[in-house]
């Protein structure tokens, strides 16, 4: 998938960072925390609603990017959801938490203040660390 | 798991309707749309730290009460949460959501004013539904 494939409202919100093998790899602009988001490649819109194993190789991706947040960058908790009420593509939130962060305890949707934006150096950063750990293949950072 | 092993919150906003293989499934008390809350029986606090095969079978009884919404009860949408800020105990939230619905297209979380009770009635009818679709054992329904 091109960056051209993804939702314009995703690409505004977002760097896209990389793909593994059935996602798409975003990253929130605001900084505040890493709010990672996978884009299934997929027409569906539900992740429930993927056949069984595509729903597992989604989540097991999920699962290496929320095993990323945990040791490499410290979280010590990882919210998950597939909403898309607004946008409907599929994709799925994987967000580091800590008790203290700027939304805690609530989620973070609506609740983010905006708290400034990646370097270059720290995206590249990024996208060496989820290769190295995950497998994915960075894709070339695009100017905002 | 007995409803004696539910965290108390849980308890206290939800309906206990029954058991599945891996999850207990509740219903939040506000019937202003329908919000389950599926309990996996681990210790773990975030649904993507279980062993893959554990969190694919968790993820097929999320689809399971997924489909259950949309064939049986008629949701055009699903959203899926795994979050537990508040109550650490991990649970899903699975949630039938439909434009216009009450919180729309917010994330229910913040944004779902008190929309009634369900009746006792309604709960059965609940219970009987799952039981049909998805296999769940019901348990009996406790009084507020």
């Known amino acids: 998938m091109s960056g051209a494939a993804l939702h314009p409202q995703l690409l505004a919100d977002c ?4 793909a593994l093998s059935r996602c798409e790899v975003l990253l929130q602009r605001n900084a505040a925390l890493h ?19 595509e729903r597992n190789e989604v989540l097991a991706e999920c ?17 998950v959801a597939g909403l898309g009420n607004v946008v ?5 939130h994987v967000i580091g938490r800590s008790a203290g ?6 989620p973070v949707w609506g609740n983010l203040a905006e708290g400034g934006a990646y370097s270059g150096e720290q ?20 100017a905002p």
Chains 1, 2 share one sequence.
């Open 15 to 18: 760097h896209h960072l990389g």
């Open 35 to 53: 709010w990672f988001i996978l884009v299934p490649r997929t027409a569906l819109q539900d992740v429930l609603d993927l056949p069984p194993h």
């Open 63 to 79: 699962a290496a990017v929320s095993a990323f947040l945990k040791q490499v960058l410290g979280y010590t908790k990882v919210n």
């Open 88 to 92: 409907p593509d599929m994709h799925l």
């Open 101 to 106: 962060d700027p939304a805690w305890p609530q």
């Open 123 to 142: 995206l590249e950063s990024l996208q060496a660390g989820l290769a190295r750990m995950t497998g994915m293949l960075p894709v070339p950072i695009q």
